[in-house]
C-alpha cells in the first residue's frame, strides 16, 4: 500500500478563538472561513469567537491536523466568556428555540402540538394562557418555545439588541417547498448566527414530496445530514402529530453540541418577549431569564422601565417563586410597559434602577443622535477606507427574478483589496419591513433595484437610519458597491420622501392633463416634489407635480389630513386606491 509522505500541517489551537485569528493561524482569507462556518450553520463576524470543536474542523477542512493548545485554555476561556466573573458557576442551560418559515407550511399547528406534549391532566386546563413562550419536559430536560411563529418577531426583538433564540427551526412544507418566506427565515437565521433545524412538515399529504424539498434546500446551502452536510432535518405531520417527538429529541442533541451555558446563581438578567398594560393588574410582562434566578422582591430594570417583582407566574399561569434558566415567565410590578426586545436586568437598589432606566429613556429620546446607528453606504465606504471592515451586508431586492442572478454574480465577483459583499437576503418585490429589520441587525444596507419600499418599510428605515439605494441600471449599481469596497464612494443624494396621498377621485377630463382628488396621509406635499405613482406595491408612473390645487386655487403645499386636486406630468391613467408617493433629492 502507497502511504502519502506529504505529513499534514499541524496547527495548535486554543478553547477558544476570534475569527480573525483563527484565519490568521491558517493563514487563509477571513471570508473563506467565515463561509466554512456558515456551512456549519454558524454566522460570526471577523472579532466573534468560536470555540475549538469548531474551530478545529473548520482547520480540517483546510487540511490541517489540529493539536489542543491547553496552554492558553485559561485566558480563552476568560475571553469567550467575556462576562464570567470569579466564582461565577456557568451551568448548562435549556434551548430556547424560535419556529420560522412561509405563511401555511405549520408553523403554527406544530407549536400547538408541541405545547401539547407531556402536558399532566392536572396541568390540561391551564394550558390556555398565552405569555409568549412555553416551556416543553421531554424527558426531564426542557425546551423553552418562542411563541410567537415568524422571522418578523425574531429579527425585531435583534434590532434591539435581544439574542434570544439558540435554535431556529424552519418549516417546510413538504407539498409545497422552499418559498419566499423560507428563504427569508434560513437567511435571518444565518445573520443572527443561530443553527436551523428543518421540519420538513406535511408529510401525510399525498402530494408531499420530501427529496425536492431537500434538494431545494441543497440549492439555498442548508446540506442535511443525510445528505453529507451538518443541518438536522426531521420528517413529520404537525396535523398528526407524527414525527414531532423526534423533532424535540433532535433539538435537544443540537443543544447538547452547543452546550448552552449560563450561571444560575447571579441575579436575573434577559429580555422581554412581549408586555402590555391590563387594566387591573398594571403592567404585565413576560421575561426570558437568560442569566441567574430571578425572584419576587427582585428590583428590575427593563428598558426604559423598573419595578419591583411583585409576582411571577409561569407559562401555564401558576404562581412561583423564582424564574430559573430559560424559563419564561408572567412578571407583575413594573410601572411602565416595556418593549419586545428589550433587555430587564436585576439591580439592588431602587435608585439606581430608577436612575438606570432614566438613561435609557433619555438615551431613546434623542433623536438622531449623531453617534446613533446611522449605516449608509457612505460610512461603510470610509471604514472600508480606514481598514475597519472587509464585508459588506447587503440585502437585496429586485423587481424579477430574471434581473436578480446577473445582479448577484456581478456583486459576488467583486472583490476589491480583502473587502467583499455578503448577500445576507436576496428576493423579488417590494422592499419589506422584513428587509429593513435584517439590514439594520446586521449592519448592512438595502439595495433596491427597479424596486421600491412599502410605507411600513420606508418609516423604518427612516427611524432606524438603514441606508436604502435605488437603481434601475445593473452597472451603476455594481459600480457604486464597487466604489464602496475600495473606500471611495463619492457622497451622494439620497431619496427623501414627503408625503404620501391616496387617489380619492377621478374626474372625467379632456386630453389635457388630468386632475385627480387626493387624500394626504402623511407628511406633506409640495409643487416642487417629484411623484411615483404606486399600485399594489409597484410603481407604475414616475414624473413631477404638474398642477396642485385646493379649491380650484394654486397652492405651493398641502399638509396631511388635507384633500386636495393633483395633476401629474405626462399621467393620465389614475385607478382609484392608487397611492402617490412625493419625494425629492437632497445630498447627504
Ligand atoms: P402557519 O401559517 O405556518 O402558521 O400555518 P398553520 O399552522 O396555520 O397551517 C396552515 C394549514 O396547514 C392549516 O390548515 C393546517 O391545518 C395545515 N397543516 C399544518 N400542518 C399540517 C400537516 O402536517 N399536514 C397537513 N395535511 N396539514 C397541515
Known amino acids: 500500500m502507497v502511504t502519502s509522505s506529504r505529513a499534514l500541517q499541524a496547527v495548535k489551537l486554543p478553547a477558544s478563538i476570534t475569527v480573525k485569528e483563527l484565519a490568521h493561524q491558517l493563514k487563509a482569507n477571513p471570508i473563506e472561513v467565515i463561509k466554512q462556518l456558515m456551512r456549519r450553520g454558524i454566522m460570526a463576524n471577523v472579532n466573534q469567537t468560536v470555540d475549538y470543536a469548531t474551530a478545529a474542523k473548520v482547520a480540517a477542512s483546510f487540511g490541517y491536523d489540529v493539536i489542543k493548545d491547553t496552554s492558553r485554555e485559561t485566558t480563552s476561556a476568560k475571553k469567550f466568556h467575556f462576562r464570567e466573573k470569579e466564582g461565577e458557576v456557568r451551568q448548562l442551560r435549556y434551548p430556547v428555540v424560535t419556529v420560522m418559515g412561509h405563511v401555511d407550511h405549520g408553523k403554527t399547528t406544530l407549536l400547538d402540538v408541541i405545547r401539547h406534549t407531556n402536558v399532566t391532566a392536572s396541568e390540561a386546563g391551564s394550558i390556555t394562557q398565552h405569555i409568549g413562550a412555553y416551556q416543553v419536559k421531554i424527558d426531564g430536560r426542557k425546551i423553552t418555545f418562542i411563541d410567537t411563529p415568524g422571522h418578523e418577531a425574531f429579527t425585531a426583538m435583534r434590532a434591539h439588541g435581544a439574542k434570544v433564540t439558540d435554535i431556529a427551526v424552519v418549516v417546510v412544507a413538504a ?102 398594560l391590563d387594566k387591573e393588574k398594571g403592567a404585565v410582562a413576560t421575561v426570558l431569564v437568560q442569566n441567574g434566578t430571578l425572584k419576587i422582591g427582585d428590583i428590575v430594570v427593563a428598558g426604559e422601565t423598573w419595578g419591583k417583582t411583585k409576582a411571577l407566574f409561569n407559562d401555564k399561569g401558576k404562581r412561583i417563586k423564582q424564574a430559573e434558566l430559560s424559563m419564561p415567565a408572567e412578571i407583575l410590578g413594573l410601572k411602565g410597559v416595556p418593549r419586545a426586545g428589550d433587555p430587564f436586568k436585576v439591580i439592588t437598589t431602587e435608585r439606581e434602577a430608577r436612575a438606570l432606566a432614566e438613561k435609557v429613556h433619555a438615551q431613546r429620546h434623542q433623536m438622531f443622535s449623531p453617534s446613533g446607528g446611522t449605516f449608509s453606504l457612505d460610512k461603510v465606504s470610509t471604514q472600508i477606507h480606514h481598514g475597519e471592515v472587509i ?143 404606486l399600485r399594489q406595491n409597484q410603481i407604475v408612473h414616475e414624473s413631477g407635480v404638474s398642477s396642485l390645487k385646493r379649491f380650484k386655487d394654486d397652492v405651493a403645499e398641502v399638509l396631511a389630513g388635507f384633500e386636495c386636486g393633483v395633476g401629474v406630468t405626462g399621467f393620465n391613467d389614475f385607478h382609484m386606491g392608487d397611492i402617490i408617493e412625493f419625494h425629492h433629492m437632497e445630498k447627504e
Open 175 to 276: 407539498d409545497d417547498g422552499v418559498m419566499p418566506q423560507t428563504i427569508e427565515a434560513i437567511d435571518h437565521a444565518h445573520a443572527a448566527g443561530v443553527p436551523i433545524v428543518v421540519a420538513l412538515n406535511k408529510i401525510d399529504k399525498p402530494n408531499a414530496n420530501p427529496e425536492r424539498v431537500k434538494q431545494q434546500l441543497a440549492e439555498y446551502n442548508i446540506l442535511i445530514e443525510e445528505w453529507g452536510g451538518d443541518t438536522i432535518c426531521v420528517p413529520l405531520s404537525a396535523k398528526k402529530g407524527e414525527g414531532v417527538s423526534e423533532l424535540l429529541d433532535n433539538i435537544l442533541i443540537l443543544a447538547d453540541i452547543l452546550e448552552l451555558k449560563a450561571d444560575p446563581s447571579i441575579p436575573a438578567a434577559g429580555t422581554i418577549i412581549e408586555a402590555n
Open 391 to 533: 464585508e459588506l451586508n447587503i440585502v437585496l431586492k429586485a423587481d424579477t427574478q430574471g434581473s436578480i442572478e446577473p445582479i448577484k454574480k456581478s456583486l459576488e465577483r467583486l472583490d476589491v483589496g480583502n473587502t467583499r459583499v455578503n448577500l445576507i437576503h436576496i428576493g423579488s418585490g417590494s422592499i419589506t419591513e422584513s428587509d429593513v429589520l435584517l439590514a439594520t441587525t446586521s449592519k448592512g444596507i438595502v439595495v433596491g433595484f427597479n424596486t421600491h419600499p412599502t410605507p411600513g418599510a420606508h418609516r423604518m428605515a427612516e427611524l432606524n437610519q438603514v441606508d436604502i439605494r435605488y437603481y434601475d441600471v445593473i452597472y451603476e449599481l455594481v459600480g457604486d458597491i464597487e466604489k464602496a469596497l475600495s473606500g471611495m464612494l463619492e457622497p451622494t443624494y439620497k431619496d427623501v420622501i414627503d408625503g404620501y396621498a391616496e387617489v380619492r377621485a377621478i374626474f372625467p377630463s379632456g386630453k389635457r392633463t388630468k386632475v385627480v382628488g387626493i387624500y394626504i396621509t402623511e407628511g406633506k406635499i409640495s409643487r416642487n416634489c417629484g411623484v411615483r405613482i
